[in-house]
C-alpha cells in the first residue's frame, strides 16, 4: 500500500522538530552571550574609579586613596581594592614572561559575566605602569542578565509550547479535513441522499484518503442503487397485487348475492393462483437480488435439462414447433440446476408465448472449451433495441403481455438474470434482425461457464 501520508507526516514533524529546537539553540547562546556583557554606562563608571584610584596611587596619597576606598565601598556595598601583582616563581616556567606580563588578578570589564553564578565576580582595573590594579566587586546594580530567566523560560518552554500545538493543529487540520468530507457524506448519505459522492471533493488529498473516498464511493453507489431497486420492486409488487386482490373481491361479492356461482369460484381460483405465484417470484427475485452468493456445488446435463425442459413446452404449447440443435451431451460443473432450470423455462415460455401460432421456436447448444453458449431463437416480433436491457428489470412488461387477465407480471426474465448470474452466467436478448434484416423475433443467449 502506497505509504504518502506516513511519509509526508514523518518529514514534517521531525523536519519542523529539528529546525525549530536548532534555532532555539542559537537564539539562546547568542542571547546568553549578549545579556552576559557589561552594559557601557557599567564600564564607564568602573573606568572613572579606576582612574581616581591610579591618581591618587601616582600621586602616593595612601591616606587618601584608603578614604576614597572606604567610602566607595560603604556606599556601593562592595569589596574594593588597590593590590600590587607580586607572582613568585617556585619552579619551572622560565621563558612564562609573557605569562606573568598578562595575569590578572579579576575580570577585565569587556570579558562576559557567568550568568549561572550567584555571587559577582572582582572585576579588574590594571593601572598604567602594569603591576598595579585596581580592584572591585561588581555592584550589584551593575550585574547584567536581569531578564535572563524570563528569557530563557520563554525561549525553552513557552516558545516550544507554542511550536508543538501549531504544529499538532496543523496535523490535525491536515487527517481532519478529509475525514470531515467523509463524515458529512456519511451523514447525508444515511438521511436519503444516495447521489452524494466524495471522490471529486478528495482529489487534492493524499492517495491513502482518495482510497478511502473512491470506497466510500463505491459502497453508496451500491446500496444506493439496491435501496432504489427494492423501493421501486415494493412499489411495483404492492401495485401488481392490487389487481388480482380487486378481482377477487368482486369474484367474492359475486358469492355472496348469489348462492352458487361456479365462476365467481373458479375466478377465486385463479386469482388466488395468481397471487401465490406473484408472491413467490417476488420473493425469490428479492431473495437472490440481496444474497449475492454464488450457487454451485453441483454437476449436470445441460442436455438432460433442456430435453426435459422442451418435452414440457411442447406439451403446453401443441400449436408451435420445438427445434432443437444439441450436442449429445453437455456437462456443466459447479452449477446448480434448480437455478438454470427455471430460468431456460422462462425463456422457452416467452418465446412461445410471444410468437404466433404455427411459428417455430429453435433451442440450441453451442460449446467451447471453457464455456457454453444456449440460444433460444422465436419467430416472434422482437422487442424494440432501447428495451433489450429493460425486459430483464422486474414488473417490466412490453405491450404485448399487458392484456387484461394476463397471468404475466414481468418477473420471469427479472428472476431468470438473477438465477444465471447465481451460477456465473450471463444472459443477454437481441433481435434477430441484427444478425439478419429478412426475419423477425428475439434471440436470448445464456453463456456459462463449464467448470
Ligand atoms: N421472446 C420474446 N418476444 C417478445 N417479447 C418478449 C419476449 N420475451 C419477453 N418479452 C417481453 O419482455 C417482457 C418481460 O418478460 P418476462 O418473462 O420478464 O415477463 P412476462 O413473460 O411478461 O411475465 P412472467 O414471466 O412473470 O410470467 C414481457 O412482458 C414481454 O413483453
Ligand atoms: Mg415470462
Not at 70 to 75: D, H, N, R, S, V
Request: proline content about 3%; overall charge negative.
Amino acid at each position: 500500500m502506497n505509504r504518502r501520508l506516513l511519509w509526508y507526516l514523518v518529514l514534517l514533524t521531525s523536519m519542523s522538530v529539528v529546525s525549530f529546537f536548532s534555532l532555539i539553540n542559537y537564539v539562546s547562546s547568542e542571547a546568553e552571550s549578549e545579556m552576559s556583557l557589561l552594559s557601557e554606562e557599567s564600564k564607564n563608571t568602573l573606568k572613572q574609579w579606576g582612574q581616581v584610584a591610579e591618581s591618587y596611587y601616582s600621586s602616593q596619597d595612601v591616606m587618601g586613596l584608603e578614604q576614597w576606598l572606604a567610602e566607595l565601598q560603604y556606599k556601593h556595598s562592595v569589596w574594593a581594592a588597590v593590590v600590587e601583582h607580586q607572582t613568585k616563581q617556585i619552579a619551572g616556567g622560565q621563558e612564562g614572561g609573557e605569562y606573568y606580563r598578562g595575569y590578572n588578578l579579576g575580570r577585565n570589564i569587556d570579558w562576559q559575566i557567568h550568568l549561572y553564578f550567584h555571587e559577582n565576580p572582582i572585576m579588574e582595573l590594571p593601572f598604567s605602569e602594569g603591576n598595579t590594579s585596581f580592584l572591585i566587586r561588581l555592584p550589584d546594580n551593575m550585574r547584567p542578565g536581569s531578564y535572563w530567566q524570563t528569557t530563557k523560560v520563554i525561549l525553552q518552554l513557552v516558545f516550544p509550547l507554542v511550536f508543538l500545538s501549531v504544529l499538532s493543529l496543523i496535523i490535525y487540520r491536515h487527517i481532519m479535513r478529509p475525514l470531515l468530507l467523509l463524515k458529512r457524506a456519511t451523514s447525508d448519505f444515511s438521511a436519503g441522499n444516495f447521489d452524494v459522492r466524495v471522490s471529486n471533493k478528495m482529489q487534492s488529498e493524499h492517495e491513502e484518503f482518495r482510497q478511502l473516498a473512491t470506497t466510500f464511493d463505491g459502497m453508496a453507489t451500491r446500496i444506493g442503487e439496491q435501496l432504489v431497486a427494492q423501493r421501486q420492486l415494493i412499489g411495483d409488487f404492492s401495485h401488481e397485487l392490487r389487481t388480482p386482490l380487486t378481482r377477487l373481491d368482486i369474484a367474492i361479492e359475486n358469492l355472496c348475492n348469489t348462492q352458487t356461482d361456479e365462476v365467481s369460484l373458479s375466478r377465486i381460483t385463479k386469482e388466488t393462483h395468481i397471487i401465490r405465484h406473484l408472491v413467490e417470484d417476488t420473493l425469490t427475485f428479492a431473495w437472490l437480488e440481496n444474497e449475492h452468493k454464488r450457487m454451485g456445488d453441483e454437476s449436470y446435463d445441460v442436455v438432460d435439462l433442456l430435453d426435459s425442459i422442451i418435452d414440457d413446452a411442447r406439451f403446453e404449447f401443441p400449436t408451435h414447433i420445438v427445434n432443437t440443435l444439441l450436442p449429445n451431451d453437455c456437462v456443466v460443473e459447479n452449477s446448480n440446476h434448480r437455478a438454470l432450470g427455471p430460468a431456460i423455462e422462462n425463456i422457452v415460455r416467452n418465446a412461445l408465448k410471444y410468437s404466433p401460432t404455427g411459428s417455430t421456436v429453435e433451442v440450441s447448444v453451442k460449446k467451447t472449451l471453457t464455456n457454453i453458449a444456449i440460444e433460444v431463437c422465436d419467430q416472434g416480433k422482437g422487442v424494440e433495441t432501447h428495451q433489450l436491457e429493460a425486459i430483464f428489470q422486474p414488473f417490466f412488461r412490453l405491450d404485448n403481455a399487458r392484456r387484461p387477465n394476463s397471468d404475466s407480471f414481468g418477473m420471469g426474465l427479472a428472476l431468470a438474470k438473477r438465477q444465471i448470474l447465481s451460477i456465473g452466467g450471463t444472459v443477454y436478448a437481441q433481435n434477430r434482425a441484427a444478425r439478419n434484416t429478412q426475419v423477425t423475433g428475439l434471440i436470448v443467449t445464456i453463456h456459462l461457464p463449464l467448470r
